[in-house]
């Protein structure tokens, strides 16, 4: 894989806090790269370091190779886009796109060309002679990303760029920056706090976690093979049922079954740990539901607190003699009732379990070693 950018041992030290803490990633030519995590974990900070608006208190940032962590933002020809993007009122839609190229002293004979590529990429052409003042929430967005693209920049680097927009031109917009990334490949890193968003976005997903790198990923990768207790919990919707059990010489009792755990040194003196399992992953014996792969299974009778009609499925919640947890159920024939009683089984394929003493996945630990 080429790599448009290497960050090598990047940490940013503010008073009192470390917002970004020893972080090493590479982002390939041409990659959408999805940084998540919830609010204060340090994404602002890490794009503002790779824009050059932030200096990094260690480490370094290579691109292509080139030493750029002195850089200044100008030089580096990355293009920002940030959740409050900030338009010329006075100007129309074409003098906002075509406003950097006049503060350089681009020939006009250039913007033309250029401003009816973007305009035509993200379906604005109507629109270069009205003021902002007259235009959507999600048209005006569209224009920001105009002036941002036609720089022809290196990286795009977007913060939270949908999150003021409702949730219809959040779709709009999305499918717009999709199209305008299957079109033109520049790398890009893009940050969100919202995972569904990042799913769907994304080659590959990094998590962050108090400036701290949790995993970085093809979303199939993480939502299947979670390194981790946090990214088990952060990644999925809705979020993975975990439970924190009593654990002896590497055997784990789920109810009334043993389950081993990978046979690692680490797990044999382990006493406790936490068994994860995705809400799509419990059957209900009263559904229509195929169980799928039978395989090895585990049995839980439980009591339905209450149901969510989502509209396809019922997010149902049951009280179980692990504890409280949530799956889906099809809408179809009766609908669940509160104070149901419910078989539950799940497969032992689809269970994650977590060391009670480092939160670490245990099946990926034996797998490393
Ligand atoms: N200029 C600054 N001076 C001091 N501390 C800062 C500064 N900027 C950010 N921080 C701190 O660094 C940490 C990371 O902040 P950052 O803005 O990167 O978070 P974020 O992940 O973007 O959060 P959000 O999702 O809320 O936007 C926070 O604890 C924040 O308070
Ligand atoms: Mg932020």
């Not at 994404?43 to 503002?48: A, E, I, P, V, Y």
């Amino acid at each position: 894989m080429m790599s448009s950018l290497r960050l090598e041992n990047i940490s940013k030290q503010f008073e009192g806090s470390m917002a970004v803490n020893n972080l090493s990633l590479e982002i390939a030519d041409g990659e959408f790269l999805v940084l998540v995590g919830p609010s204060g974990c340090g994404k602002s900070t890490l794009l503002r370091l790779l824009a050059g608006l932030e200096q990094v208190t260690e480490g370094r940032i290579l691109q292509a190779g080139t030493d750029i962590t002195a850089l200044e933002p100008r030089e580096r020809n990355f293009s920002m886009i940030f959740q409050n993007y900030a338009l010329f009122p006075h100007m129309t839609v074409e003098q906002n796109i075509t406003f950097g190229m006049r503060m350089r002293n681009e020939p006009k004979s250039k913007h033309r060309a250029r401003v009816d590529r973007v305009a035509d990429l993200l379906q604005l052409g109507e629109l270069l002679n009205r003021k902002p003042g007259k235009l959507s929430g999600g048209q005006r967005q569209r224009v920001a990303m105009a002036r941002a693209i036609v720089r022809d920049p290196k990286l795009f680097l977007m913060d939270e760029p949908l999150s003021n927009l409702d949730a219809r031109l959040r779709t709009e917009v999305r499918d717009g920056i999709m199209t305008l990334h299957q079109q033109l490949k520049t790398s890009t890193v893009y940050v969100t706090h919202d995972q569904m968003e990042a799913m769907t976005m994304a080659d590959r997903i990094a998590v962050l976690n108090k400036g701290h790198l949790q995993q970085i990923g093809a979303p199939q990768t993480l939502y299947a093979h979670p390194a981790n207790l946090f990214v088990a919990g952060f990644i999925g919707t809705p979020a993975m049922n975990i439970f924190k059990l009593p654990c002896r010489d590497g055997v784990v009792m789920v109810g009334n079954q043993a389950v081993n755990l990978p046979d690692t040194a680490h797990a044999r003196q382990l006493t406790e740990v936490y068994l994860g399992i995705r809400p799509e992953h419990i059957d209900d014996s009263s559904a229509y539901r195929d169980p799928g792969n039978p395989g090895e299974r585990l049995h839980l009778e439980a009591s339905l607190t209450y149901c969510e009609l989502l509209g396809a499925d019922y997010l149902n919640h049951a009280q179980s003699p692990l504890g409280a947890l949530r799956y889906l159920r099809e809408n179809r024939g009766n609908a669940p009732q509160a104070n149901q009683q419910v078989s539950l089984s799940f497969s032992l394929h689809d269970i994650h379990l977590f060391s009670g003493q480092n939160q670490q996945n245990l099946h990926r630990e034996s797998q490393n070693a």
